[in-house]
């Protein structure tokens, strides 16, 4: 299956570094204008920069708004490809294609099946598992070693199975989990082995495709880096 959390065809010997006992609670948020988007999604091997140690990213969607804080020593490669994905403005119009109650929500692929294409070779690789997969925080969803390119789940609830499966950890939500909760998940898992979109059309058709069989998925209307 195409980038997706089943099969658990993962990293199992990923390199070292230990899991955190105890993530701390959430920090008062602190939000400030969104940064206009810089760069081309369509130009994928031009978005390479490196992100701040810290950031924030505020995510305009169909039900509402949430924020993530991101911290590069979590997962530094995934802190730096959801940086430029977020900046070059990658993810407005993307849907949550995947949305499965008491687990995650899915999404990143793009609703432009050429720029779709364009990153389905920009894989990163892997990060050592640091912070855990607990409720409300972002991990790439993978295939197996090397396999990350743009899809990120969110975590619906504490999943500590994933933990040392190889899915690292780069950021949380810390504002707006309420609206993460809401998000249409009446369609469940993906095909073959649900109701769901099938991922591998996602990519061919994009939006069109959603649109056409799954017009109550709930979408990305914009996200930026906070400043």
């Known amino acids: 299956m195409r980038k997706t959390l089943f099969p658990l065809l993962l990293c199992l010997g990923f390199a070292g570094g230990a899991l955190r006992a105890e993530d701390p609670p959430a920090p008062k948020v602190e939000t400030g204008a969104p940064a206009e988007p810089a760069g081309d999604p369509a130009n994928p091997w031009m978005l390479t920069e490196t992100a701040p140690e810290s950031y924030k990213a505020q995510f305009k969607t169909t039900k509402g708004v949430f924020v993530v804080e991101v911290t590069r020593a979590d ?84 999943n500590a199975s994933l933990d040392g499966q190889g899915f690292a950890a780069f950021g949380r939500v810390v504002a707006g989990l309420d609206v993460v909760d809401k998000l249409n998940g009446e369609y469940g898992e993906g095909a073959p082995g649900g109701n769901g979109p099938d991922q591998g059309r996602v990519e061919m058709e994009g939006n069109a495709y959603l649109k056409k069989y799954f017009p109550r998925l709930d979408y990305i209307k914009s996200a930026a880096i906070l400043k």
């Not at 929500?105 to 607990?134: C, M, T």
């Not at 991990?139 to 090397?146: E, L, Q, V």
Request: glycine share 8%; aromatic share 14%.
């Open 75 to 158: 997962a530094p490669r995934g802190a730096d490809r959801f940086f430029n994905l977020v900046k070059s403005g990658f993810f407005t119009e993307v849907a949550f294609f995947r949305v499965v109650p008491g687990f995650v929500v899915q999404f990143g692929i793009h609703g432009d099946p050429n720029i779709a294409r364009a990153w389905r070779p920009e894989r990163i690789l892997d990060d050592p598992v640091k912070s855990r997969n607990r409720r409300g925080t972002l991990s790439f969803a993978t295939s197996g070693p090397r396999s990350r390119t743009t899809q990120v789940f969110i975590n619906l609830t504490t």
